[in-house]
């Protein structure tokens, strides 16, 4: 099977018990624990800050975390989270001023980096940035709320995106953002897609292991010409 990644959301945890609920679903079979920032002011909501990633880091998680930075400006908090332990980092095109600027603060750092791509942004944006970063993490829904509905017109923009990657040779993974389930994972990753992020697909399902086991069994059967 390819080394696809499941990214257990935050969003949907339980907040009062924060620590214990990243380590079920790490002991429940996710790889990666994606970490939403909303400021409301670039996205209409507000949620966790860089004193909870590092909170998760001293309470003993070791796992990767993928903050996914929906804030602007961008470079400030790029900063603060590097040095509360994040692995990764991404961000909106849209929410930089510079975005070479902040993709080289999260390389210099040692940190993976990437660009976050809303539903209407075109992949055409990518097309001097591509090369320096890690990832790209396709919205397949609008950013700033959990429990949104996937729109199927991500799973084109997922295949442009792959082909483009192909196409110039590069290690650049695909992750994918909103909606995901047992009933459409398949298709995404079939579409190209590398990561994908579940929030309430998991932290609402009240077995954390049986949705992940059905997410992975989904994927297990996927077939794809990388």
């Not at 990214?7 to 079920?24: H, M, Q, R, T, W």
């Not at 080289?104 to 320096?132: F, H, M, Q, R, W």
């Amino acid at each position: 099977m390819n080394q696809f990644k499941i990214a257990p959301s935050i969003l949907s945890a339980d907040f009062a018990k924060l620590g214990e609920e990243v380590n079920s679903v790490l002991q429940a079979g996710a790889d990666i624990i994606h970490f939403d920032v909303m400021d409301n002011h670039y996205v209409p909501n507000l949620t966790i800050g860089p004193m909870v990633c590092k909170s998760l880091r001293q309470f003993g998680i070791d796992a990767p975390i993928d903050v996914h930075l929906m804030v602007s400006p961008v470079d400030s908090m790029i900063e603060d989270f590097i040095k509360a332990g994040a692995s990764m980092i991404t961000f909106h095109y849209e929410a930089s001023h510079h975005v070479d600027r902040s993709i080289e603060l999260i390389n210099k750092a040692g940190c993976k980096s990437g660009i976050v791509l809303n539903p209407s942004t075109d992949i055409n944006v990518l097309e001097y940035v591509l090369d320096k970063i890690d990832m790209v993490l396709i919205m397949s829904v609008n950013p700033g709320f959990g429990g949104q509905s996937f729109i199927e017109s991500s799973l084109k923009k997922i295949e442009k995106l792959k082909s483009m990657i192909i196409s110039r040779g590069l290690d650049v993974a695909i992750e994918v953002d909103g909606g995901i389930n047992e009933n459409n994972i398949r298709r995404v990753a079939e579409a190209g897609a590398d990561i994908f992020v579940a929030g309430s697909a998991i932290f609402n399902s009240g077995n954390y292991k049986k949705s992940i086991d059905k997410l992975k069994e989904q994927l297990a059967h996927v077939s794809r010409i990388e």
